[in-house]
Every structure is written in structure tokens, then in C-alpha cells.
């Protein structure tokens, strides 16, 4: 097998070329695995206040803001902006969604609880939009009403059936109503980039790629989709779910008919998605599972849902490794990594709430002076340097 790191650009499918820049790759049969990526349903400038998450740097740059977001409330504003910083929306009511809530909730409740001195971390708002009538409706009414509880539980907001619209800076608007909002985090939705171009195939509403039986395209028996990007009929007029255990089995089956065909053996039965159930996971001791007949929640469903995850990590040290770590944050309650990586001023700007005196009327107030802040910014960006530096390093 040869790996070329590069990003393909289109594809020359009368050729049989694949595009990457200056490289012009050749193929017998061609595999498209290019996944998913989240969409903003046409209103792309939002991505730069409310940030999704998928790719590892969307994560740092997710911790980042959340980290920031208390720091920033700490070094004493008014408290019009104080609360605009501790006020968490989350955009949208899958599992994505429902797990970075609980997750919030678990950081600013516990995990934060007692690094403050201006601030109490606990007091922060978490609110968790989702345009639906019930979060997780990939799973039965009475496990998305579970994890409502238990979110609500936690101090989560949960608001059904609204739409989010980004406010730029200031915050997210439900209808009319502005709750002004430092983080806002997107996991609402998803959306298949650059396919239905390249390929002029028929795509549903998400650019998923329709496929035949076999998982080729109409038309081109030796072109494959599989995975998120793929539209896969499934059961009750629902297409194949875009989890890991579809794209691994797409991907199987895949080579199966490539091998067939180039051995010269019958071609395999069309694709059948064979669905081992539904995990999402809330927060501490609280996850759904949905296996068919069998339904759990809580406690049991939780630690399925670390084994599940564990066990499908790939070599010896990692799933080691990270159930260690797993079991260290479960007993003391601890966050991995703190850092706050990426340059990133303490001093948001600009902002539409001006910055109060900080000590007026509130005696527990620190009162920092414009010199006091940006040298304190100055401390942090030095100190990002110093952790991008030892990364580089190491
Ligand atoms: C936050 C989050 C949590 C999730 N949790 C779970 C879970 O708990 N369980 C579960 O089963 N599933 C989960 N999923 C879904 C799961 O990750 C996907 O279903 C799965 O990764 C799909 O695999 P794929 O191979 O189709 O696409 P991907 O894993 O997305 O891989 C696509 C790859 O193609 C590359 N690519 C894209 N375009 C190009 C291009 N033009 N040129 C070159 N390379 C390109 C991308 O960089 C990427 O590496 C989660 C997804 C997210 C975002």
C-alpha cells in the first residue's frame, strides 16, 4: 500500500485520474471515504464565532474558548460581560451536541469549581439549543427524554424547537430574544463537501452520494462511496447512520467486490448494514444505550459506552493509555490536558458591552488597570509561546 499525503481537488473519472494538486494519480477502482464535515446551512461566516467540532484542532480550538471564556470573566468587567463570558450555547441536539453540554456543565460544576477567586465557575449558564421537538432522535423517546433529565440535571438549559441564528460577538438569538454569549459551539447538522461536484451524481439534502447496492456509482461500477459520505437506504425509510461501524463495514465490503472482481470470484451479495446499537454518552454516570429490546441508561450504559470507545482504539498502548487516564478524571473528577493553546488575547475585542469600572460596587471585585491587562495578556501570550515551543521540541 502507498499513502500520498496531499488534498484531492477533483477527479477525472473518464481518465481514471485522481486530482491532488500537481499530482495526477491513475486508478482501477477508486474508494471515496471523504466523510463529513458540519454545516452552517448556508450561513458559513457564523464557522468563526461558533466553531464545530471534528477535526483535532477543532477540539484545541474548542477547549481554548472555553478556557478563555472563564479566564476573561476572572480579570473583573462588568457584569454584563462577566456573564456574556460564562454563557455557553451549544448548537444543536445530537449526540455531539448533548455530550459537549454535559461536558461543559461537568467542567464549570466540578472540574473548575475551586480555581477561581473572582468568579464561581458554577454559576456559568449552559444552554443547549436544538430546532427539533427532542434531543438524540436517532434513539427512542424515552432515552432522549432521559438525557433531557439528567441534562437539565446538570444545570443545562435545554431549548427544543428553536433555531439559532449567530449574532457575530454578541451572542445567539432565538427568535427575537439575544442571550448574549462569549462561546457559542456548533454540532448542529452536517454536510458532504465537494462530492456532488466532482461527480454530478445524484446527492440527498446533505450531499451524502447515492449509491448502487454494491456501493458503486451509477453508471461507474469501479467507484465506491462509502462511509459519511455515503447515502446508504437503511430500514424505515432511513438511510445507513454516519457512525464508524457503517464506514468500517462499507469499507470492508468495498474491497470485498474490488477483490472479487480483480480475482476473478462471484461479486459479494449487495451491502447489508448490520447495526450493533446506538451509544451516547451525557455526562458522569449517565449515558443512553439502545441495542433494539435491550435499553439502558445510567450508570451501566456509561461505563458500556468508555468500554465501547476503549475497546475499538486502535494498537496496544492507546486503549491502555487512555483508560488510565479515563480512570484518573473519574476519580478526581480532573479534565486531561488544561492548556490553553493558539495565541489568544485575555482582552476580548472589540465588544459591544463596554468594560465597567471592575471595583464599583462590588467589593470582592479585582480592579485592574489597562496596563495590569495587557500585561497580563502579554504573560499568557508568552506563555502559549513558551507550551507551542516545548511542543515543537518534543
Ligand atoms: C465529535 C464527533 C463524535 C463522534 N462520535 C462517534 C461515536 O462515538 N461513535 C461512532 O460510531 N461515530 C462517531 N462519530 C462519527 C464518526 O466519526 C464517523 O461516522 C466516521 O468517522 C466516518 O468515517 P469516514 O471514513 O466516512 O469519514 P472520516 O472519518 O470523516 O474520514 C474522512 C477523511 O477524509 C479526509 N478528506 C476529506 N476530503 C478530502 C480531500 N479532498 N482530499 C484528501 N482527504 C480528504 C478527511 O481529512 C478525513 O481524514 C463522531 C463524529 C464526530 C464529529
Not at 227 to 250: H, L, T
Request: proline share 5%; with cysteine.
Amino acid at each position: 500500500m502507498r499513502v500520498v499525503l496531499g488534498a484531492v481537488e477533483g477527479l477525472d473519472l473518464e481518465a481514471r485520474e485522481v486530482i491532488a494538486g500537481p499530482l495526477r494519480l491513475p486508478y482501477d477502482y477508486l474508494i471515496l471515504a471523504t466523510g463529513s464535515y458540519h454545516s452552517y446551512f448556508g450561513r458559513d461566516e457564523w464557522a468563526m464565532q461558533a466553531p464545530g467540532l471534528k477535526r483535532i484542532i477543532d477540539a484545541t480550538e474548542i477547549r481554548k474558548r472555553i478556557l478563555l471564556a472563564f479566564e476573561r470573566a476572572e480579570v473583573g468587567m462588568s457584569e454584563e460581560e462577566q456573564r456574556r463570558q460564562l454563557t455557553f450555547v451549544v448548537v444543536g441536539g445530537g449526540p455531539t451536541g448533548v455530550e459537549l453540554a454535559g461536558a461543559i456543565a461537568e467542567l464549570a460544576r466540578h472540574t473548575l469549581a475551586r480555581d477561581f477567586r473572582n468568579i464561581d465557575p458554577g454559576a456559568a449558564r449552559i444552554v443547549l439549543v436544538e430546532a427539533g421537538d427532542r434531543l438524540l432522535k436517532a434513539f427512542p423517546e424515552a432515552l432522549s427524554a432521559y438525557a433531557k433529565q439528567k441534562l437539565e440535571r446538570l444545570g443545562v438549559e435545554v431549548r427544543l424547537n428553536h433555531r439559532v441564528a449567530v449574532k457575530g460577538d454578541e451572542g445567539v438569538c432565538l427568535g427575537d430574544r439575544l442571550i448574549p454569549a462569549a462561546s457559542v459551539i456548533w454540532a448542529a447538522g452536517v454536510t458532504v463537501p465537494n462530492l456532488k461536484d466532482w461527480l454530478l451524481a445524484e446527492t440527498d439534502r446533505t450531499g451524502r452520494v447515492a449509491v448502487e447496492p454494491d456501493l458503486s456509482l451509477s453508471n461507474h461500477p469501479n467507484v465506491f462511496v462509502i462511509g459519511d459520505a455515503a447515502s446508504i437506504p437503511w430500514r424505515n425509510g432511513m438511510s445507513v447512520p454516519g457512525i464508524a461501524p457503517a464506514a468500517k463495514q462499507g469499507g470492508r465490503y468495498a474491497a470485498d467486490v474490488i477483490l472479487a472482481a480483480v480475482n476473478g470470484k462471484r461479486k459479494p451479495a449487495p451491502f447489508r448494514y448490520r447495526h450493533r446499537g446506538n451509544l451516547a454518552t451525557i455526562g458522569r454516570h449517565a449515558a443512553i444505550a439502545d441495542f433494539g429490546r435491550l435499553k439502558l441508561t445510567g450508570g451501566l450504559a456509561w461505563w458500556l459506552w468508555g468500554m465501547a470507545h476503549i475497546y475499538f482504539l486502535i494498537g496496544v498502548r492507546a486503549p491502555f493509555l487512555v483508560a488510565a487516564q479515563w480512570f484518573w478524571a473519574y476519580l478526581t473528577f480532573g479534565r486531561g490536558a488544561r492548556l490553553i493553546t493558539g495565541l489568544a488575547p485575555l482582552v476580548q475585542s472589540p465588544s459591544k458591552t463596554p468594560p465597567a469600572n471592575a471595583s464599583e460596587g462590588s467589593p470582592q471585585r479585582l480592579s485592574l488597570s489597562k496596563a495590569d491587562l495587557e500585561q497580563t495578556a502579554n504573560g499568557i501570550a508568552k506563555q502559549n509561546q513558551a507550551v507551542r515551543l516545548a511542543a515543537r521540541a518534543t
